[in-house]
């Protein structure tokens, strides 16, 4: 509001949702602790709720934890190389369990909303996609929800999964230390380049196939090889490893340096980012995880991470360090400079 | 498929989802049990999974059970006489998981899709309505999720909402036995037809209000009055009284005699329904329960039940018989009919 009391564009603007405030960036982030998380701190359970704005909730349960975490998933399109919305939801949750340390889901629930006159053939499709992902990652779907909205007031599917597990000991993303390593357990950008070349058909030479899976076993081996090791992770979703690391950062009070020669990055991915103008390090993953470690023992997890086919491409991309709190720096072997912290994701309805 | 190859109308039709898939009846059942719940039923765990489609899971969590229900809420328009669309997510979960004996909510998850160019002012409201809700039902949301949708990809805003708590001893939907007294914890239809009215913008002497309301320390009272009395629970949403009994009748294997004149209906409920040509009976309820209870422990149920201020108006209604096994039978107190089932819900997005 301006001194004269009139509302300035600006203003008008802030006064509606727009899609930025969907594109898991700061924006989101705003909007949720300005609006949806706003007065519900005071009620918090003992553990990780809603003002931490971690993948999910931790809430104490005699000597364990009980993780949940929910996702809505909007992608569109439906069916895309390498996945579709049904992996990509059981796939989601399965991840965002395993990023608080709840790496053996107990269940899974699935609530769908269809437009009338979605067809039958194709829902079917997604279940069987739900069901085979399940069984990957161990997980089951134990209860579930199913609305129908008219004609033209969905856009096709959307797909709620919430997941419930316990763990023995929580990982948040918060807790990341000066010294500690930093590790991604694959190639990036995957997924967002895969849904852009899909949705603009683009004609490509390269694959261009999504990343999305569940990736809770080759997590609990990494927790496996090297005990109270691992200080945090975060699955670099909407906005890509940039935002990830930005959040983790912040939340936990360090800087980052990440170093560009070590980022594992297909070449097909490389190209096509830079002919569209877009950054890796900004683009959605679906089938992968940050790990902050301990400095002793980032050799150990990065060997229990390549070991196991989904981490082959693990690769230890950098460090924290006490300056520079909640920055991300890209050294690229010749000097160094702040990634940008974007609004978020590029595209809507990644996932 | 005819015996042509060719397919006829009806086949074409059931190829696509339709909004009777999505009313709570019959129809819904058929589309989850032959799609959407298909091949899970070998990886569920002990208790209440997928396949026993109640209002959620109880999974085994030591000598407890860990119920877990989610909801998503389609409702138009999302304000209402009586209630918003936060009010029916935060109620219609606190009291599923109520239904199945899990009266105190561990936490709740909400996932909020929005389309882009919602006005920021009515999520305020919505968030506000979801928080005062919470603090009725001793409740908090632990995690979250949001995701936008562009212009015309989405009606407005959908809400999932999914709870966990636990419960000592579950009650289920199939728990009838005959000999068991029906109650119910109070008026029937208003939920529904405060909507209708709304929607169709009916100009009404008499007050039409939503009862959605969070009712598990109603059934925590009624619980408590008689210890293993209770044989089982179900709040009548989608497809109203007639529904939820038919569902419990047919998974317990009884048959339920209604007594027409104990039924608690409002006088303008029931002007406005026949002015509408419709049954109270088939009508959404939105901050009700039916209780099954053995009959020596029915009227203690129902002193507690009416003791706490949503039961003022509970009632026994009926009986479960050995015969009839998932009927429901309306003694008038002239003669007796069966209730029909009707597909489900007559209006679309009533929750």
């Known amino acids: 509001m301006s001194a004269t009391g009139l509302k300035s564009p600006a203003d008008a603007r802030e006064e509606l949702v ?11 982030r705003r909007l ?3 609006t949806l998380a706003e007065g519900f701190a005071a009620d918090q359970p003992e553990g990780i709720g809603l003002a931490a704005m971690d993948d999910g909730a931790a809430l104490r349960v005699g000597d364990r934890w009980l993780v ?4 809505s998933h909007v992608v569109h ?10 992996r990509l939801a059981v796939a989601g949750t ?4 395993a ?11 699935c609530a769908v909303i269809v437009e009338e006159g979605f067809r039958r053939a194709e829902l079917e499709r997604i279940h069987r996609s739900m069901l085979e992902t399940c069984r990957e990652a161990g997980a089951t779907i134990v209860t579930g929800d199913t609305k129908v909205m008219g004609r033209g007031e969905l856009d096709g599917i959307v797909i709620n999964t919430t997941g419930v597990g316990f763990a023995d000991a929580v990982v948040s993303d918060a807790g990341l230390r000066p010294g500690d390593r930093l590790l991604v357990t694959g190639t990036i950008g995957d997924h967002g380049l895969a849904l852009m070349a899909r949705r603009h058909s683009l004609e490509l030479d390269g694959d261009l196939r999504s990343d999305v899976a569940p ?3 080759l997590v609990a081996a990494a927790l496996a090889a090297a005990p109270g090791a691992v200080t945090a992770m975060k699955d670099p979703t909407r906005g890509g490893l940039s935002s990830a690391l930005h959040e983790m950062a ?5 800087g980052t340096v990440l170093h560009e020669p070590a980022l594992p990055v297909r070449p097909v991915i490389r190209s096509v980012a830079e002919m569209l103008g877009l950054d890796p390090l900004h683009i959605a993953n679906e089938g992968k995880a940050v790990l902050g470690v301990r400095p002793d023992a980032a050799d150990v997890v990065l060997a229990a991470l390549r070991a196991h086919p989904l981490g082959r491409d693990a690769a230890i991309v950098g460090a924290c360090i006490a300056e520079h709190v909640g920055r991300v720096i890209l050294d690229t072997g010749l000097g160094r400079r702040l990634v940008g912290e974007v609004e978020g994701e590029p595209l809507p309805r990644i996932c």
Do not use: W
């Not at 727009?18 to 989101?28: I, S, Y």
């Not at 399109?77 to 049904?86: C, M, N, V």
């Open 18 to 28: 727009t899609l930025k405030h969907g594109a898991g960036g700061r924006a989101m």
């Open 32 to 34: 949720i602790l300005e």
């Open 68 to 71: 949940v975490t929910t996702d």
């Open 77 to 86: 399109p439906i069916f895309f190389p390498g996945g579709d919305i049904g």
């Open 94 to 97: 399965v991840n965002d369990l």
């Open 99 to 109: 990023m608080m340390g709840a790496t053996e889901p107990l269940g899974l629930t």
């Open 215 to 217: 990736i809770n076993r």
């Open 250 to 254: 912040e939340k936990s009070g360090v």
